[in-house]
């Protein structure tokens, strides 16, 4: 994990790479606990032997599952020791670019798109977020997300 003293700090970086997440494998548990809460159960996510047959030889996950991971590897990745609590304000852009297959070991690449003051005395960190699968030579996800950095009182 890469440790910033400030948000102060990051500014300089703007256009550059904060580095990489922590690997997470995305196993068949996890997949079918998500297409509970969601109730997206798709036979491609949760029936292996049906997703045999189907296009992707085997079951993936879904694209929202490996969005919802980027609070993981935002946790993983990268922190602001001065940060008292960071929100998630949202996406500006996402792109599921290749599929995920059930036992991948994902994590992410970060790229500093912006920082910005917003009310409050916050900072909010414009992040280019590429998901990728171990062994696959483009990112399975890209997101730009947007979130809010408050510092500690």
């Not at 003293?5 to 079918?32: C, F, K, M, P, Y």
């Not at 606990?33 to 491609?44: G, K, S, V």
């Not at 005395?121 to 890209?142: I, R």
Request: charged share 20%; proline share 5%; hydrophobic share 45%.
């Amino acid at each position: 994990m890469r440790i910033f003293e400030t948000l102060a700090d990051l500014q300089a970086l703007i256009g550059q790479s904060l580095g990489h997440s922590d690997w997470i494998t995305v196993d068949q548990a996890r997949v079918n606990a998500f297409a509970e809460a969601t109730e997206d159960r798709q036979w491609i996510h949760i029936d292996p032997e049906r997703a045999k047959a189907g296009p992707f030889g085997g079951p993936i996950a879904h694209g929202f599952l490996t969005l919802s991971l980027i609070p993981y590897f935002f946790e993983t990745g990268f922190a602001v020791r001065e940060t008292q609590m960071v929100v998630n304000y949202g996406l500006n852009k996402v792109r599921f670019t290749a599929p995920v297959p059930v036992g991948s070991r994902l994590r992410a690449a970060f790229k500093l798109l912006a920082v910005d003051d917003v009310a409050g005395g916050a900072k909010q960190l414009t992040v280019e977020v590429a998901v990728e699968a171990e062994g696959v030579p483009k990112p399975v996800c890209v997101a730009e997300s947007l979130a809010r950095h408050y510092r500690s009182t």
